[in-house]
């Protein structure tokens, strides 16, 4: 099932995190796993987490955008 699958795929980016904090991609593809389940602040959580990590980050910076400005509608926290 499409839920068993999901579950599947976060447990493995978690564990894909665990094993290198640096991992950029493996932090994406969980924010965009909750962002399509809708839980907005786990995403977030992580995508907080990866610029903690990586301060200098595209990938969180452009991820920080989305979430505030598409699915919180904060445009000022947006832009920062």
Not at 16 to 43: D, G
């Amino acid at each position: 099932s499409a839920k068993k699958q999901t579950a599947e795929a976060i447990h493995e980016y978690q564990e894909a995190i665990r094993l290198n904090r640096k991992n950029e991609e493996a932090y994406a593809s969980l924010a965009r796993e909750y962002l399509m389940k809708r839980e907005i602040e786990q995403a977030l959580l992580i995508v907080e987490e990866l610029k903690k990590e990586i301060p200098d980050s595209l990938t969180a910076s452009y991820y920080l955008g989305t979430i505030y400005s598409s699915f919180k509608k904060d445009y000022p926290k947006a832009i920062q």
